[in-house]
């Protein structure tokens, strides 16, 4: 692997079951090979990881996804990720995603059905949390949708807006994020169909529309985003599965995340239990969303995907079987093509330095 042709990336495990912590490997920008540079466990089950803030970018967030909720910074710089200062609580229960906005590091909370607000200090490390949002609600799946679980935290396009996907509530709460305090203020709430508990969402590349895709239901709403009113709404559905799927033929399938190609004209969703990755295209708007299909995610339980920087390569972390695989995406189809696989312990999680 050439230096000019490597790039890096870190993916995270539950160390809970098995897995190292958090793992860098090089990427070889041509091939899309993984080779495996060190390891860390110094954070229980890193499930969810984001790269970005720091001195010189080279400063990897985590967190810590057991009932005591922590988050925690890691230097980068060499092959083996270190721990910059002490892991922060997040004042909640079983984080399981986070995000960068406003110069602070963001967490939902799964188990605890808040977000957690933490300041990023100069040298990359975290501070205590700053605020913590409490969601309310529940919806009618009584296993799953008794009280608020907190899936994902993202930032729009624009940076203005913070974007929290609650499956327990069947709705995503547009906040902001207030730079100077680390203050979180609820602005508006969307619901969307009840039962579909939504867990993940992306936004199209031009920044006009939103896919969130549900975990109960394998469905894939389209929602219109006003960045200037910081308004999320439903617009279409679109199935994420063929219909004898979605009608239980071949067994339950949980849908875990969602992926838009850099040119918004395709998008992939990752299934566990039906072990694929749908293949959806988006017309010239991104209003609208088609199932094309389903193509094998190379191992069992996928529970992350990730387009590499160049938007050539698609990576699938399988929790349960124990591998990361990566496809070369068809600039002309959206179809994802197998071409390789690295073995590592219940991974979580790919993300691109």
């Known amino acids: 692997m050439s ?41 229980a089950d890193p499930s969810y990881l984001v790269s970005g803030l720091g001195p010189g970018g080279a400063v990897l967030y985590a967190v810590s996804e057991t009932s005591e909720g922590a988050a925690a910074a890691f230097d980068v710089s060499e092959d083996v990720p270190r721990l910059l200062g002490d892991p922060q609580s997040v004042r909640g229960d079983g984080p399981t995603h986070l995000t960068l906005a406003a110069g602070h ?14 300041p990023v200090l ?37 940076g203005q807006w913070l974007l929290s996907v609650d499956l327990g509530t069947d709705s995503v709460r547009v906040c902001a994020v207030e730079a100077a305090t680390g203050d979180l203020r609820v602005h508006g709430e969307t619901k969307l169909s009840p039962g579909t508990g939504p867990r993940h969402l992306a936004f199209h590349p031009a920044g006009r529309f939103a896919y969130v895709v549900g975990e109960l239901e394998p469905t894939l709403t ?67 969303a088609a199932l094309a299909a389903t193509v094998g995610c190379g191992g069992h339980w996928p529970r992350d995907l990730a387009l590499d920087p160049s938007g050539q390569w698609l990576y699938a972390a399988n929790e349960r079987s124990g591998n990361v695989t990566w496809f070369a995406v068809d600039a002309a189809t959206g179809m994802p093509s197998p071409a390789g696989s690295l073995d590592l312990p219940a991974p979580s999680c790919v993300a691109f330095a």
């Open 3 to 43: 230096g000019k042709s490597a790039g890096r990336a870190f993916i995270g495990s539950f160390t809970s079951a098995g897995g190292l912590g958090i793992t860098a490997v090089a990427v070889d920008r041509e091939t899309g090979d993984l080779t495996v540079l060190g390891s860390t466990d110094a954070v």
């Open 105 to 118: 590091v963001v967490t939902a909370n799964y188990g605890s059905g808040s977000v957690t607000v933490l």
């Open 122 to 158: 100069a040298d990359g490390s975290l501070a205590a949390a700053a605020s913590v949002v409490q969601h309310e609600g529940g919806g009618p799946d009584a296993s799953r949708q008794e009280a608020p679980h907190a899936h994902e935290v993202l930032a729009d396009p624009s």
């Open 222 to 288: 389209v929602c219109a985003w006003d960045a200037a009113a910081g308004v999320l709404e439903p617009v279409t559905v679109a199935a994420v599965l063929p219909e004898n799927v979605i009608a239980g033929e071949q067994g339950r399938s949980y849908p875990s995340e969602v992926v838009v190609s850099h040119d918004g004209r395709f998008l992939w969703v990752a299934n566990r239990g039906h072990d694929s990755i749908s293949v959806l295209t988006l017309d010239e708007t991104g209003e609208k």
